[in-house]
């Protein structure tokens, strides 16, 4: 079975702080994926990347990076936390686009 | 990017009752994966349904994917407890790489 694994479940950060979210896939996709989920609004597309040192803009890419030095992790970074980037946060991986993604189990990021 | 809106919002039914999920879009799909996702986990692929027309079955649940491929529902027989989670339907854009999703429909099936 293909494992996403995020490095935290929860995490507490203050407003300013530069955060990082790493997550590691263990089935060799090319595509990783990050969402970030919210009450009424679904999973929204932050960022992806389809090889190594490859990403390219989601729906709401304002507020965060994103980095891939190797196939199988793809971190994403909040370079200055504000409070609007409290969420869950989920990673994503595939083989192919059209594919189904395989999920983490998420972040829980509250930024106070 | 295109839409998909997915109804209703939220579901809270007796344990016996049947139920039916939509997703709908003006915009045409070349497929449509429907996920469930239980609290504290990631969402978790339930099936995915290709061709304009298509119904799915995995025990009680049904799945149906319209003919213009723009619609999509899902279907459970007789609900149960274990059914109780949020249900995302998305979609894979026709002309594009992406995927969709729905805001969701959080089910909640009392005993």
Known sequence: ?112 | TQLLEQSPQFLSIQEGENLTVYCNSSSVFSSLQWYRQEPGEGPVLLVTVVTGGEVKKLKRLTFQFGDARKDSSLHITAAQTGDTGLYLCAGVEEYGNKLVFGAGTILRVKS
């Open chain 1, 1 to 112: 079975d293909v494992k996403v694994t995020q490095s935290s479940r929860y995490l507490v950060k203050r407003t300013g702080e530069k955060v990082f979210l790493e997550c590691v896939q263990d089935m060799d996709h090319e595509n990783m994926f990050w969402y970030r989920q919210d009450p009424g609004l679904g999973l929204r597309l932050i960022y992806f990347s389809y090889d190594v040192k490859m990403k390219e803009k989601g729906d709401i890419p304002e507020g965060y990076s994103v980095s891939r030095e190797k196939k199988e992790r793809f971190s994403l970074i909040l370079e200055s936390a504000s409070t609007n980037q409290t969420s869950m946060y989920l990673c994503a991986s595939n083989r192919e686009y059209y594919q189904p993604q395989h999920f983490g189990d998420g972040t829980r990021l509250s930024i106070l």
